[in-house]
């Protein structure tokens, strides 16, 4: 099992930043692609963004393209999405995911409880 916790969510601004980071345990993370999805009240889950896990290779969401950046640091077990520039409609708890590399929520065999992300106006 691979377990997976994600921290860095809050409150902020339109227009500021926050980081979030996804810890994961229990198994080789590395060897995982990982996601961010997320999932705003009375919407379905969506894509936010994934990264393979051995060439890095990224994929955005067109809502969050040039403004969120996903990254990994595998020493440390750790799956990063820093979000530049938020709008009032990321409002969302994101989701850290790990598996197959994809945009769809059935590519990710494990999933994190998730982190609230609130952008005022």
């Known amino acids: 099992q691979l377990q997976l916790v994600e921290s860095g969510g809050g409150l902020v601004q339109a227009g500021g930043s926050l980081r979030l980071s996804c810890a994961a345990s229990?198994?080789?993370?590395?060897?995982?692609?990982a996601g961010w999805f997320r999932q705003a009240p009375g919407k379905e889950r969506e894509f936010v963004a994934a990264?393979?896990?051995?060439?890095?290779?990224?994929s955005y969401a067109d809502s969050v393209k040039d403004r969120f950046t996903i990254s990994r640091d595998n020493n440390k077990n750790t799956v990063y999405l820093q979000m530049n520039s938020l709008k009032p409609e990321d409002t969302a708890v994101y989701y850290c995911?790990?598996?197959?590399?994809?945009?769809?929520?059935?590519?990710?065999?494990?999933w994190g409880q998730g982190t609230q992300v609130t952008v005022s106006s």
């Open positions: 995911a790990a598996g197959t590399f994809g945009a769809t929520m059935t590519s990710y065999d494990y």
């Open positions: 229990g198994r080789t993370f590395s060897r995982y692609a």
């Open positions: 990264i393979s896990w051995g060439t890095k290779r990224t």
